[in-house]
């Protein structure tokens, strides 16, 4: 299974816990600022995009020197730097796309970012936000959740009604319900196995994986 592994300009808060999401034979690529991620996990991207304003011009001499190429952007654009890694992804034919550093910091870059993973192009691509602790994603169908019994998973309509769903492996399981936008009922349930499934009949929804070890109790 090839996949790439995009790091972006949000927040890590645990290098060790996004160390572990690595595999030895993924491709590596930075959206400007996530390059300091790749380097502070001792990385090397083979490709960074964006405008390079996060860049230092001997941190770039120095990524050169390793290897890595560069498509540089205008400053005045209209996508996110996240928003060309991922076109150029796409336009590569990659369908494991991991992005890394997405969560975290700034509210509307975090907004914008899941935002990006709704676009109808990534409905046959498994694409996820991750940071070690706490992984986004969307369901259009099926998924499944991997992680340990008593971690959070929140089920958050996105755009509208989500019809037909189904879930196993959590402690207040569905069967065939509807989650409405505006309402929040899916928020904090929690992983009862280590595996979990969930499935839809139509509708978007957002899925938010807490693994930290820090539990609350389910919301009232």
Known sequence: MSRVIIFANGLLPDLEAARRLLRPKDTLLAADGGTRHALALGLVPSLVIGDLDSLSQAECRLLEQAGTSFHKHPRDKDETDLELAL???????????????????????????????????????????????????????????????????????????????????????????????????????????????????????LVVHRRQSQLVNRQS
């Open 87 to 205: 076109n150029h992804v796409l336009d590569n034919g990659f369908r494991y796309i991991l992005v890394i550093g997405g969560l975290g910091g700034r509210l509307d870059q975090v907004l914008g970012n899941l935002s990006l993973l709704a676009d109808p192009r990534l409905s046959a691509v498994d694409i996820r936000l991750d940071d070690g602790l706490e992984e986004a994603f969307f369901v259009l169908k099926q998924a499944r959740i991997k992680g340990s019994a008593g971690e959070i998973v929140s089920l958050i309509p996105w755009g509208g009604q989500v019809t037909g769903v189904t879930t196993t492996g959590l402690r207040w399981p569905l069967h065939e319900e509807s989650l409405l936008p505006g309402k929040t009922r899916g928020i904090s349930n929690e992983l009862l196995i280590e595996s979990a499934t969930i499935s839809l009949q139509s509708g978007l929804l």
